[in-house]
Every structure is written in structure tokens, then in C-alpha cells.
């Protein structure tokens, strides 16, 4: 017997809990899982991160993995990092607004939230594999991206907001010395 849809149940790639996720593409895995099995292929349907992408009026949004609010109603502690930029060249018309915020869990990527004009879609898709492969806050400073004028600023929006999550990490750290650590 199997089971697939929005009424299945899933396992959660960042928490290990099980929820429903209501996705097309969720399904559609589903089915081709369901398939092979009913065919004699053994297939196997592991975690998810969820990436999701929606559009309204001129505006994407999307987000993959944990959400501060789901954090905090799991006791899960996260350290953010946000950063505005655009999608292309500050002198290259039609650049658009784009807000990227970062959530880590330990030095881990765990989620993400995108909104702006356009180029959602692309970068949600790469941090859904940044989270599943558990790329930590060092990999993603190391992270080499395109430069484009008509397609990129030089520095990706990613960037300025892994580097927030850095000093918020850092400022934490600091807070939790002793007193007597913090004269040293």
C-alpha cells in the first residue's frame, strides 16, 4: 500500500520531525517513488528542505528550510543574517530590489527567505542543495558567484547576508563569556 499527496505525511531535512508538505513538487516525487516501487525499482523517499517560490504582482518570494517562527516554536536556536542588494549592476537599468534573509542553526544552514523582482527562484533552488548537503557559514563565505552587469551586481545579495549571520554569530559568542573572560 502507498500513500503520496498532500495528505502524506514527511520528514522535515532541518528538524527531523514529521509534517505535510503541500507542494506540486512534492507530489510529483511521490508519485515517481510510488511508481518505481509498484514497478520493482526499490526507491526510497528521504527528507525534505521544502523550496518554494510564489509570485504576486510584480514581486517573488520564496524560502526553503526553517523560518524564524518555526525555530522558535521548536526551541530550535537560530543566529539570522539579513542583507538587501540588487539583481543587477547599480548603473544597468532595470535592476530590481532583492532581500535575502539567512537562518543558521550551529554553523549549518537551515533556512532561507527571499523577496524581490526577480532571480528568487534560482537562488532558493541553490540554498535548498546548500541546505541538504548542511553547507556551514564557512562554505558559504568561500562562495564563488557569476558577475554580469545585465544579471548580477558584483556582489551577490547572499554574500552581505552570510557575512551579517558572521558577526551576529560572533556577537552571541561574546555575549556568552563570563565577565571575567570578557577582560581578557
Not at 518570494?61 to 547599480?90: D, H, W, Y
Not at 533552488?125 to 557559514?137: E, G, H, N, P
Request: charged share 25%; glycine share 12%; aromatic share 6%.
Amino acid at each position: 500500500m502507498y500513500a503520496g499527496g498532500e495528505c502524506a505525511e514527511v520528514t522535515d531535512l532541518v528538524t527531523g520531525e514529521q509534517r505535510l508538505s503541500q507542494l506540486g513538487t512534492t507530489a510529483r516525487h511521490m508519485a515517481d517513488v510510488i511508481g518505481n516501487n509498484i514497478t520493482g525499482k526499490h526507491s526510497t523517499f528521504g527528507p525534505l528542505a521544502d523550496p518554494w517560490v510564489a509570485i504576486a504582482g510584480n514581486l517573488q518570494f520564496g524560502g526553503v528550510g526553517l523560518t524564524s517562527g518555526e525555530a522558535e516554536r521548536q526551541g530550535i536556536k537560530v543566529v539570522t543574517g539579513f542583507s538587501r542588494g540588487r539583481t543587477r549592476a547599480s548603473y544597468y537599468p532595470g535592476r530590481k530590489d532583492l532581500y535575502v534573509k539567512l537562518l543558521f542553526k550551529g554553523n549549518c544552514l537551515a533556512g532561507a527567505q527571499l523577496a524581490g523582482g526577480e532571480g528568487i527562484k534560482e537562488r532558493i533552488d541553490a540554498l535548498s542543495l546548500a541546505i541538504r548537503k548542511k553547507t556551514t557559514v564557512k562554505d558559504l563565505l568561500s562562495l564563488e558567484t557569476c558577475y554580469a552587469p545585465p544579471v548580477s551586481m558584483l556582489v551577490d545579495p547572499l554574500i552581505p547576508a552570510v557575512k551579517s549571520a558572521v558577526r551576529n554569530m560572533r556577537e552571541i559568542k561574546a555575549n556568552e563569556k563570563s565577565p571575567d573572560e570578557k577582560l581578557d
